[in-house]
């Protein structure tokens, strides 16, 4: 067997490289430190329509804008007096009901005028305030982890095929795709292991690529024969391929944060609706709720109560349906909060109205909160981050206000 240092080095990095832009294989990334909270960020990619999300059936202009999207009504799916969910969310009303599920409404990054989906993810994941290419190099979620006392290695993982940039930056990352597996023979590993004695930097990223491929449930080695080698291979990835993925990345986020991990990330596609919103937007929410109530069932009560979801996306859309029965691109977005450490049953951030003196650009929900505020004061709260490191390195420049009480 002929395996250069390059080639092993590439293959353990193909195990760990994430697909930011995957519609089903997305990025994750799993921090360990002490302490029992965990703190999870889900990115919803493609602008998520926060109003067709959480409605504002109180306002008076909702139904207007919308005649085809906001039609329908449904007492049933009312969770405070103004606002009411998407019918895709339904399973997550016991959720809202223990306080376990939250929302931000007209919330969103400082990203105006260009919605652009590559921007504003960049800007999302990079956390700062314009598109600088400096500020663009690092991830706020990787910023953050230097300020983890005790955080060790395997800080991160990832899920996919390529990096996010949540994820970029000196801390480091480890990677895993579901997609992606290592499959040797019994002999083969040893003649690995004995190629690599001598060498330490191949023989840990060796050991790595075998730990995290082993940590799907597949056994790494196999005493087959070349071709039942391959077909177990194949299989994997057309399980990964036709599969529920966003199920498997959640079963294995719940696994690494049952054990020493702290912090996972990973994203959710599919949320640019731009025609028959109706049909389009029920696929990735129903994604979304399978996946913060696998979490929560994998997790086991006594996890779950420390830890706290971020759910957010690069803007929200317009608040026009527009000739498609879709919506296009907007500024003021929605974020859902979950997790039994949040203080949920609450849908926080003020409310700009929908009249048209009160949009952005006459056409966008007005922002009224910085998204990057609520996400810092997860991390306050949840990992205890101080309010200096969050203002100055993590989100700099940010000025995080008063306290929202986030968390129970």
């Given amino acids: 067997m002929s395996l250069s240092r390059r080639k092993f080095l590439s293959q353990a990095t193909l195990l760990g490289c994430s697909a930011?832009?995957?519609?089903?294989?997305t990025p994750i990334s799993l921090a360990s430190a002490p302490g029992d909270r965990r703190l999870v960020v889900i990115i919803l990619r493609g602008g998520m329509d926060g109003i067709d999300v959480l409605r504002p059936w109180g306002d008076a202009e909702f139904g207007a804008l919308r005649p085809n999207l906001a039609k329908d009504q449904n007492?049933?799916?009312q969770i405070t007096d103004f606002h009411g969910i998407h019918p895709a969310l339904k399973d997550l009303l016991p959720l809202w009901r223990q306080g376990d599920l939250g929302f931000?409404?007209?919330?969103?990054?400082?990203?105006?005028?260009?919605?652009?989906?590559?921007?504003?993810?960049?800007?999302?994941?990079?956390?700062?305030a314009d598109l600088a290419p400096l500020g663009r190099r690092t991830g706020w979620l990787n910023r953050m982890l230097p300020h983890l006392k005790g955080a060790k290695e395997h800080t991160a993982f990832a899920l996919g095929r390529e990096d996010m940039l949540l994820l970029a930056g000196?801390?480091?990352v480890s990677n895993w795709s579901p997609e992606v597996d290592l499959t040797l023979s019994s002999q083969g590993l040893r003649l690995l292991e004995l190629t690599m004695q001598n060498d330490p930097e191949m023989a840990a990223a060796m050991a790595e690529a075998i730990r995290l491929a082993g940590s799907d449930g597949d056994s790494v080695t196999f005493d087959l024969e070349p071709q039942g080698m391959m077909d177990e291979?194949?299989?994997?990835?057309?399980?990964?391929?036709?599969?529920?993925?966003?199920?498997?990345?959640a079963d294995f986020a719940a696994e690494q944060l049952k054990a020493e991990t702290r912090i996972a990330s990973f994203s959710i596609s599919g949320w640019d609706t731009h025609a028959q919103q109706q049909r389009a937007l029920n696929t990735p929410l129903k994604r979304l709720s399978e996946t913060l109530l696998r979490l929560k069932t994998q997790?086991?009560?006594?996890?779950w109560q420390d830890t706290t979801v971020l759910c957010m996306t690069e803007f929200g859309r317009t608040v026009r349906e527009n000739g498609t029965k879709g919506t296009d691109h907007g500024t003021g977005g929605t974020m859902i909060m979950a997790g039994g450490a949040i203080n949920g049953g609450r849908v926080l951030g003020d409310w700009p109205g929908l009249s048209?003196?009160?949009?952005?650009?006459a056409r966008d929900l007005m922002p009224t909160s910085d998204v990057r505020s609520w996400a810092a004061w997860a991390m306050h709260d949840s990992i205890g981050?101080?309010?200096?490191?969050?203002?100055?390195?993590?989100?700099?420049?940010?000025?995080?206000g008063v306290s929202p009480g986030l968390l129970r």
């Fill in 20 to 25: 930011a832009a995957s519609p089903l294989l």
């Fill in 75 to 77: 007492s049933n799916l």
């Fill in 104 to 128: 931000v409404q007209a919330t969103s990054t400082p990203y105006r005028n260009k919605r652009s989906h590559f921007d504003g993810q960049d800007l999302l994941e990079a956390g700062t």
């Fill in 170 to 172: 000196s801390a480091p």
């Fill in 233 to 249: 291979m194949m299989a994997d990835a057309k399980d990964a391929r036709t599969g529920r993925p966003h199920l498997k990345i």
């Fill in 299 to 303: 997790l086991g009560a006594p996890i």
């Fill in 356 to 361: 048209e003196p009160d949009l952005y650009q």
């Fill in 385 to 400: 981050i101080s309010r200096t490191a969050l203002q100055s390195e993590v989100f700099a420049g940010l000025d995080m």
